[in-house]
């Protein structure tokens, strides 16, 4: 199973929806708060280059990252994970 994190802003809709479709699919997570958090916000801006949240980021494979919500790559992710 993929380790997953989502970095994560207050108030941010996309990420609410974001974390309800990993939970619907199964995935396990972990949000970062970014406000919270100077190194992760560092981390997304100047290492990824993403300037909205929620940027998910799936530890088994670091070049798999995104920004937004992505019910499609969610899906993919679940799909991914059923085949593991």
């Known amino acids: 199973m993929y380790s997953v994190t ?5 108030n941010c809709q996309q ?6 479709a990993l939970e619907a699919k199964g995935i396990a997570f972990e949000v970062v708060e ?8 560092e981390f997304i801006t100047d290492e990824l280059g993403y300037s909205r ?5 799936v530890d088994q494979e670091p070049q798999n990252h995104w920004s937004g919500f992505r019910p ?7 799909k ?3 085949a593991a």
């Open 15 to 20: 990420c609410k929806m974001t974390y309800r």
């Open 72 to 78: 499609d790559l969610v899906e993919n992710l679940a």
């Open 6 to 10: 989502v970095y994560s802003t207050p």
């Open 34 to 41: 970014v406000a919270e958090n100077p190194a992760a916000l």
């Open 53 to 57: 949240a929620p940027v998910v980021v």
């Open 80 to 82: 991914a994970n059923a």
